[in-house]
């Protein structure tokens, strides 16, 4: 009797290694260009001076984000929302115009990415030598060279992790904590998280956080339209593909099927299948086939920026760039001027003074000496400017209503401050029970700087 056969069938399939090979170009330039844009202002807008503190930190232990001369207060949260909006509308009209460009330029795993894979070529070699290298049986040689990568990769991404927890602890005073080891807990744990995101995605995971982690990747095609500029390839002109040496015979396209775009493609895709999810539009691809049309003397374009219409249409550069200002881009860069135009504003007009007016509970309105009707509030004043200021404090809205504590008060900059007043009436002044009053607080040496709060005296019966 026949044993019965088993089949298995594994649902997951192994991640082929991706061995992306260095191309020249002007795109190739131009993410490096924002490589080091990016960079630069990461690894340095720490350590900025301003107002003899750090130019961009964001405090979260005394609740205060200070970028240059502004400081966000959680009251100003509103702010921070307003422009995680712009960065937002920002995506989506790039999207629209030019499809992934953020991915393939600017996104920091790309980024991070790039910069991992040059620190493997200088190491390990070109890619035929990473190929070789680790195909090889173990060995010294190999050992030494996977250490000293994998060395240089975690100086780097702790350095990344350093200057990411210096936005939020003063970074000087993170690297003395450094120096004498003497971080607190919350400092070890976030440096290493993120240096270790960093390892692990740029080091490791590389195409894979973009082809199945990255949320961007999913809903781009609802941002897309027939004009917007994607990579493509123009079959057209390039099939039926075959060697070089066959073409004239065989009456073959320009595509000499040399695979170039595949190996120079940071995940791996065949771009002359048409647009894929997985294509980060960094157009590699574009480098390299250019340079293989200067090699064997055919027209530049073959894989290029495009449209879905231009390509069917065959439009023209110009009818492209004329296409490109249609009614969608139209309605997100309007959308985007007007939060641009209301944040400004907005920032423009915030008054930096703060003031809340609490009710003493525990002493409603009460008699004292001379007949006078005493209500006792607490004002807590929050300096949001970095100048001290002298604020006078000054009350209406009952007859004979006067302070019965002092009515200057000096707050530091960027500090908060509770003043207890006393506020006393005639008797006979207002009516019986609650009577609406207004408080107002306004600098001495800046009288437009000023807020006015309301609250209630009240008059026993």
Request: aromatic share 12%; charged share 20%.
């Amino acid at each position: 009797m026949n044993e019965p056969h088993t089949q298995v069938i594994s649902m997951y399939a192994a991640r082929e290694e991706i061995y992306p090979r260095e191309i020249e170009g002007r795109y190739a330039r131009l993410r490096w260009l924002f490589v080091w844009l990016t960079q630069v202002a990461f690894y340095c807008s720490p350590w900025l001076q301003w107002n003899g503190r750090q130019a961009l930190l964001f405090d979260l232990g005394a609740r205060k984000f200070y970028i240059f001369g502004l400081v966000l207060w959680p009251q100003d949260f509103i702010y921070l929302a307003l422009l995680l909006i712009i960065c937002a509308y920002l995506l989506f009209l790039a999207t629209a115009v030019a499809g992934r460009v953020w991915c393939g330029f600017s996104c920091p795993q790309t980024v991070y990415t790039e910069i991992f894979l040059w620190i493997e070529r200088r190491i390990e070699g070109k890619r035929s030598a990473r190929i070789a290298l680790d195909r090889q049986p173990p060995s010294l040689r190999k050992y030494g060279k996977k250490t000293a990568k994998h060395l240089a990769w975690g100086a780097v991404a702790l350095w990344t992790g350093f200057t990411f927890v210096g936005y939020f602890t003063p970074i000087k005073e993170l690297g003395m904590e450094v120096a004498t080891l003497s971080f607190g807990p919350w400092e070890w744990f976030w440096v290493l998280f993120y240096s270790f995101a960093t390892y692990g995605n740029a080091g490791w995971m590389r195409e894979q956080v973009c082809k199945y982690m990255c949320p961007y990747a999913r809903f781009q095609s609802s941002m897309f339209d027939r004009d917007t500029l994607i990579i493509t390839y123009d079959s057209q002109r390039g099939e039926p593909r075959g060697p070089l040496s066959r073409k004239a015979a065989l009456n073959l396209g320009s595509c000499i099927d040399c695979s170039m775009c595949v190996q120079v493609c940071p995940t791996g895709i065949d771009i002359r299948q048409g647009l894929q999810y997985e294509c980060i539009g960094c157009a590699a691809c574009v480098d390299a086939c250019n340079a293989v049309m200067d090699k064997t003397g055919q027209p530049r374009g073959l894989i290029r920026y495009s449209t879905e219409r231009a390509m069917e249409d065959h439009l023209t550069p110009t009818e492209i760039r004329r296409r490109a200002l249609r009614p969608r881009v139209k309605i997100y860069s309007g959308v985007l001027l007007l939060i641009v135009l209301a944040t400004i504003s907005a920032l423009y007009l915030r008054t930096p003074l703060k003031l809340d007016v609490l009710r003493d509970r525990g002493s409603m309105g009460r008699e004292v000496e001379d007949g006078m009707i005493e209500n006792v509030y607490r004002l807590q004043i929050m300096n949001t400017s970095e100048q001290a200021h002298t604020y006078r404090i000054a009350v209406q809205g009952v007859d004979t209503l006067s302070l019965a504590t002092p009515d200057l008060v000096r707050v530091d900059g960027t500090e908060t401050r509770a003043v207890p007043i006393r506020l006393r009436a005639a008797h006979g002044a207002g009516k019986t029970g609650s009577n609406k009053i207004h408080i107002t607080l306004s600098a001495v040496d800046d009288p437009s700087l000023h807020v006015t709060e309301s609250a209630v005296f009240i008059v026993p019966r």
